[in-house]
């Protein structure tokens, strides 16, 4: 990990190729290759990291816009698959057909042709369309292992669908629970990832998170009997929540922490309470959730909304937005934050390592904090500090206004750098950030820190 910057300068890269010409909506990496899928009207460009131009493009399986896309995790680099959902309503599987893609995924850059245009569309296949929403689907994502993928829509559902195909390529896909505790448009979904999350008391080790227009975000889990229900309803938010992400890495033993971000200009984050208790069997010392143990057999489901997890708003990021945060991006590499929204600004913020204790830091560390606890001078609502202890640790390190010149910034993104510019020793180590805006550029940002 890279030592912590007192401030961080976003340097312009040359834009990938070619512009978009129209409203661009997110841009997602791959998870292990030099790959980026840009959302835009019906259509999902990818480009390559390495050339920072078009390698390929979906086009053709969707009526109306898609919102939202999805690399599907754990395959061979020859077997690409995305996910892309889509205002029509539906969902689309997508695989590529061509036997030989790294060539185009690793070049140097040095085509002969020099031609910026996407490689024929006959190199990605729609495999599958996912029917059952009632609205346009808002947000799509699979979980860490590809068995599961969730998506949600503007008709207030969260659909959890299962590969229940016997093997990868046989795409078959079966709905195994339809969520409907929302009472808004469902705007986000996100799977937390494998690491720290074992599957503790009752329920399995899949996690799910759902944040949406009622100002709400929800946790979701699988319990023993095979149904998902909601173990945490999330509130402190103003407005409507646009999105939210797991901690990539978290430090320490604790559970990964859950960012969300909305309408009120805030980012906060959530940290799950658990305790060192023996507990349904299990080590002594291993963390446990706040909450009872015991299995659900035999307790109606009208009095299993009371068992739930306990989480609390540890920390809310230092006020940078004026308007709308539409999208925040934690990094796995550094731990900072960036953040992006209506008013076309690029937020960085740094959480100063030194509070953090491997227990996600719910408690403050340094002095005049801690004297502030035992005396109780905490300003409270509803049992809760009215600013969470863990808010004096988010720095505001860099703000680059105008990121898109007058146009909105719909998403923001880490991701690492391939391309000529970043020196060969640091190709595929090194980060950068990524935004794409209401102008249909997908811009590339160096992260100088200082």
């Known amino acids: 990990m890279s030592p912590p910057a007192d401030s961080v300068q976003l340097a312009p890269l040359p834009p990938f190729k ?14 292990t290759l030099p790959l980026l899928a840009t959302v835009h009207q019906k259509a999902v460009t990818v480009f390559s990291l390495s050339t920072l131009s078009a390698h390929s493009a979906l086009t053709n399986g969707h009526d109306r816009s898609v919102r939202s896309t999805s690399w599907k995790p754990n395959l061979a680099p020859h077997r690409l698959c995305l996910v892309t959902g889509s205002f029509d309503t539906m969902a689309g599987l997508w695989r590529w057909r061509d036997d030989d ?15 910026d245009a996407p490689k024929e569309e006959k190199d990605w296949e729609l495999m599958v369309v996912l029917d059952g929403h009632e609205s346009e689907i808002k947000s799509v994502a699979f979980s860490p292992t590809g068995q599961y993928l969730a998506t949600c829509s503007r008709d207030k559902s969260v ?12 795409d078959e896909w079966e ?69 939210l992400q797991w901690e990539p890495r978290p430090k320490g033993s604790g559970f990964p922490r859950l960012m969300s971000w909305g ?22 010392g291993a963390p446990q959730h706040a909450w009872a143990g015991g299995g659900l057999g035999g307790i109606p489901n ?10 609390e708003c540890t920390a809310v990021l230092p006020t940078a937005h004026t308007r709308d945060i539409y999208a925040a991006t934690w990094s796995p590499e550094t731990g900072m934050v960036a953040s992006t929204g209506s008013d076309g600004i690029v ?46 640790r988010w720095k505001v390190v860099s703000t680059t206004a ?49």
């Not at 893609?101 to 031609?115: A, L």
């Not at 659909?159 to 046989?170: I, M, Q």
């Not at 990121?403 to 090194?430: F, I, L, M």
């Open 263 to 284: 309408a009120d200009s805030s980012i906060r984050i959530w940290t799950l309470k658990e305790e060192e208790d023996e507990q349904d069997g299990e080590e002594a």
């Open 402 to 450: 105008n990121a898109h010149g007058p146009y909105e910034v719909n998403h923001v993104t880490w991701c690492k750098r391939y391309d000529q510019g970043c020196p060969p020793e640091k190709r595929g180590a090194e980060e950068m950030l990524v935004t794409t805006g209401d102008d249909g550029i997908v811009r590339p940002w160096q992260v100088i820190a200082s």
């Open 175 to 243: 709905t195994v629970a339809v969520l409907n505790e929302h009472e808004g448009d469902v705007k986000a979904v996100a799977w937390c990832p494998e690491t720290n999350r074992g599957g503790r008391g009752r329920y399995s080790s899949d996690v799910l998170a759902s944040a949406s227009y009622d100002n709400t975000v929800r946790v979701w889990r699988e319990d023993g009997d095979g149904e998902w229900i909601c173990v945490a309803v999330l509130e402190g938010h103003a407005g409507t929540v646009w999105g």
């Open 18 to 31: 070619p512009d978009l010409y129209q409203r661009a909506w997110q841009s997602i990496p791959h998870p």
């Open 347 to 392: 937020a960085v913020y740094r959480e100063e390592e030194e509070a953090v204790n491997g227990t996600n830091g719910t408690h403050a560390t340094d002095d005049a904090a801690a004297a502030m606890e035992l005396d109780g001078d905490v300003p409270m609502t509803n049992g809760h500090a009215e600013k969470p202890q863990g808010s004096r």
């Open 101 to 115: 893609p790294e060539v185009e995924i690793t070049n140097d850059g040095n085509d002969d042709n020099g031609d």
């Open 302 to 311: 009208t009095m299993r909304r009371s068992l739930k997890e306990e989480w």
């Open 159 to 170: 659909w959890v669908w299962e590969d229940v195909g016997e093997s990868e390529g046989d």
